[in-house]
Protein backbone atom coordinates (compact mmCIF):
# COMPACT_ATOMS: atom_id res chain seq x y z
CA UNK A 1 0.00 0.00 0.00
CA UNK A 2 0.86 3.88 -0.12
CA UNK A 3 2.51 4.63 3.32
CA UNK A 4 0.71 6.90 5.43
CA UNK A 5 3.07 9.99 5.80
CA UNK A 6 2.83 12.71 8.27
CA UNK A 7 4.72 16.32 8.44
CA UNK A 8 4.53 19.61 9.97
CA UNK A 9 5.68 18.94 13.15
CA UNK A 10 8.53 20.81 15.01
CA UNK A 11 9.59 22.98 18.35
CA UNK A 12 7.08 25.48 19.64
CA UNK A 13 6.74 27.84 21.49
CA UNK A 14 3.80 27.63 24.41
CA UNK A 15 0.69 29.65 22.51
CA UNK A 16 2.22 28.82 19.35
CA UNK A 17 0.83 26.87 16.82
CA UNK A 18 1.57 24.13 14.20
CA UNK A 19 -0.19 22.79 10.97
CA UNK A 20 0.37 19.06 10.42
CA UNK A 21 -0.42 17.31 7.17
CA UNK A 22 -1.05 13.80 6.47
CA UNK A 23 -0.32 12.21 2.98
CA UNK A 24 -3.10 9.45 3.07
CA UNK A 25 -2.66 7.23 1.20
CA UNK A 26 -4.21 5.64 -2.79
CA UNK A 27 -6.56 7.19 -4.10
CA UNK A 28 -10.72 7.76 -2.87
CA UNK A 29 -10.25 9.35 0.67
CA UNK A 30 -13.48 10.28 0.59
CA UNK A 31 -14.81 7.76 1.56
CA UNK A 32 -12.84 7.16 4.70
CA UNK A 33 -13.20 8.61 8.22
CA UNK A 34 -9.40 10.32 8.65
CA UNK A 35 -8.16 10.63 11.99
CA UNK A 36 -5.31 12.04 14.33
CA UNK A 37 -3.52 10.16 17.21
CA UNK A 38 -1.11 11.53 19.04
CA UNK A 39 1.95 8.96 21.53
CA UNK A 40 3.47 10.58 24.42
CA UNK A 41 6.82 8.95 25.69
CA UNK A 42 5.42 6.30 28.11
CA UNK A 43 1.75 6.78 27.02
CA UNK A 44 -0.35 4.72 24.64
CA UNK A 45 -1.73 6.19 21.55
CA UNK A 46 -4.41 8.21 22.13
CA UNK A 47 -7.34 9.77 19.55
CA UNK A 48 -6.84 13.61 19.09
CA UNK A 49 -9.77 13.86 16.11
CA UNK A 50 -12.03 12.48 13.41
CA UNK A 51 -13.28 13.83 10.10
CA UNK A 52 -16.08 11.46 8.56
CA UNK A 53 -16.55 11.45 5.02
CA UNK A 54 -19.44 13.70 5.46
CA UNK A 55 -16.83 15.90 7.51
CA UNK A 56 -18.24 15.36 10.71
CA UNK A 57 -15.56 16.22 13.12
CA UNK A 58 -15.25 15.25 16.46
CA UNK A 59 -12.30 16.03 19.04
CA UNK A 60 -10.81 14.64 21.94
CA UNK A 61 -12.06 16.92 25.34
CA UNK A 62 -8.39 17.96 25.74
CA UNK A 63 -7.99 19.61 22.14
CA UNK A 64 -11.17 21.11 21.78
CA UNK A 65 -11.33 24.51 20.97
CA UNK A 66 -7.79 24.82 19.91
CA UNK A 67 -7.22 21.76 16.99
CA UNK A 68 -9.02 21.65 13.17
CA UNK A 69 -8.88 18.87 11.44
CA UNK A 70 -9.57 19.26 7.65
CA UNK A 71 -9.29 17.09 5.01
CA UNK A 72 -9.21 18.08 1.04
CA UNK A 73 -10.09 14.67 -0.76
CA UNK A 74 -8.88 15.85 -3.94
CA UNK A 75 -5.44 15.93 -2.65
CA UNK A 76 -6.15 12.91 -0.71
CA UNK A 77 -4.43 14.89 2.16
CA UNK A 78 -5.72 15.68 6.11
CA UNK A 79 -4.64 18.23 7.98
CA UNK A 80 -4.74 19.37 11.64
CA UNK A 81 -4.51 23.01 12.53
CA UNK A 82 -2.86 23.15 16.26
CA UNK A 83 -3.40 26.34 17.90
CA UNK A 84 -2.98 27.76 21.38
CA UNK A 85 -0.50 24.98 22.17
CA UNK A 86 0.47 23.54 25.48
CA UNK A 87 3.64 21.69 26.61
CA UNK A 88 0.95 18.55 27.48
CA UNK A 89 0.34 18.22 23.39
CA UNK A 90 3.92 17.11 23.30
CA UNK A 91 4.52 13.63 21.39
CA UNK A 92 4.73 11.92 18.28
CA UNK A 93 1.91 12.23 16.13
CA UNK A 94 0.42 9.94 13.62
CA UNK A 95 -2.41 9.93 11.09
CA UNK A 96 -4.74 6.93 9.86
CA UNK A 97 -7.85 6.73 8.17
CA UNK A 98 -10.83 4.13 8.40
CA UNK A 99 -13.37 2.08 6.49
CA UNK A 100 -15.93 0.27 8.21
CA UNK A 101 -14.92 0.81 11.05
CA UNK A 102 -11.64 -0.79 10.55
CA UNK A 103 -8.21 1.20 10.44
CA UNK A 104 -5.34 0.76 8.47
CA UNK A 105 -3.13 -1.61 10.09
CA UNK A 106 0.45 0.32 9.16
CA UNK A 107 1.24 3.28 10.82
CA UNK A 108 3.27 5.60 9.17
CA UNK A 109 6.37 7.51 10.88
CA UNK A 110 4.93 10.39 13.10
CA UNK A 111 5.72 13.70 12.90
CA UNK A 112 7.34 14.92 16.10
CA UNK A 113 6.02 17.88 18.06
CA UNK A 114 7.25 19.66 20.73
CA UNK A 115 5.30 22.20 23.18
CA UNK A 116 8.05 24.18 25.40
CA UNK A 117 9.81 27.65 26.00
Known amino acids: QVPLVESGGGLVQPGGSLRLSCAAG????????GAWYRQAPGKERELVAT???????NYADSVKGRFTISRDNAKNTLYLQMNSLKPEDTAVYFCNKMYGGVLRADWGQGTQVTVSS
Open 51 to 57: ITSGEDK
Open 26 to 33: GRSFNIYT
